[in-house]
């Protein structure tokens, strides 16, 4: 799977930076971010695992990779890889998920073109595992991607910029119990991180 997601990457990168080649506008920018993340369980763990007497632990360190292509001054479209972590059920449990995202990216630049806030909306795909004995959930979801936050990237460095940014992925899990029984937990992932960043 880390294998195919890096495959990904990799091929968006040489397709950006193919453009970047054509126009020569240091638009393309792929960057690498690290910071602190969040799970929103909405009941799944207690109600679906026997024994849980509190809350799924709420917090972790995640992880970020991402490319981009800034249009013009207010549009970039944007890809991403996200770890979000591990989070500890009873301490017995551990609850895992990683994403992949595709974004446009809309703010704009100021203090000669140095400054950016933006906000972020776009589709996502969460992989998830929640092991547990009677409950093997590897769920493969479509979710909502949404982030707000600012880049700065200083024209003495050369293409060399930085972010600080809080996204996050919302999506639901839907348990079948034979035909007609059926059960919606809404779910969701965030990260706040403090990312770095080159543009070509």
Known sequence: MIQNIVKILLLTSAFMLT??????????????????????????AKEQIEGVNQDVEEDGVGAKVYVGYQINNIIAIEASYVYYGSFKINDNYEYQAQGLSASGNVGYMFFDNQF???????????MSDFPHEGVDVKDYSASLHMGLGFSYVPKALGGIGFRV?????????TLHRGTEDEQSYPQGFGILYLGAEYRF
């Open 165 to 173: 940014a809080y996204e996050s992925n919302s999506f639901n899990y």
């Open 116 to 126: 950016r806030p933006y906000i972020l909306i776009g589709l996502g795909y969460i």
């Open 19 to 44: 453009l970047s080649a054509e126009k020569n506008d240091n638009n393309i920018y792929v960057g690498v971010g690290f910071g602190g993340s969040a799970y929103v369980d909405s009941s799944f």
